[in-house]
Nanobody, 123 residues
């Protein structure tokens, strides 16, 4: 599967953005898809995941209640709706996929990665 992330940009604190992760080559519903982010000088951080087929979701503690991951099988795309954005959400956001039936938080267990999309939240 190939993944293409998009939707990043500059937004003020308190604003919203919606990221998209478009899949090609295989049905996105047959993969667990995760969103990760990486700020300068920091390790890659788990943001959210949606499990293959089942569609159950899981979030990192820092984004719970503010971000929502969803999947549109018809468009073969996974989304990350980000609300109430904070300056500390500034990072490059990546989508990734694996074939596990698990809400996996570890980047090393994702086999396929899209290019990043930059999100900048100004204070």
């Amino acid at each position: 599967v190939q993944l293409q992330a998009s939707g990043g940009g500059l937004v003020q604190a308190g604003g919203s953005l919606k990221l998209s992760c478009a899949a090609s080559g295989r049905a996105v519903s047959s993969y667990t898809v995760g969103w990760f982010r990486q700020a300068p000088g920091k390790e890659r951080e788990f943001v959210a995941a949606i499990v293959r087929e089942l569609g159950s979701t899981h979030y990192g503690d820092s984004v719970k209640g503010r971000f929502t991951i969803s999947r549109d099988n018809a468009k073969n795309t996974v989304y990350l709706q980000m609300n109430s954005l904070k300056p500390e959400d500034t990072a490059v956001y990546f989508c990734a996929a694996n074939r596990l039936f698990a809400r996996e938080m570890r980047p090393a267990l994702y086999d396929y990665w899209g290019q990043g999309t930059l999100v900048t939240v100004s204070s």
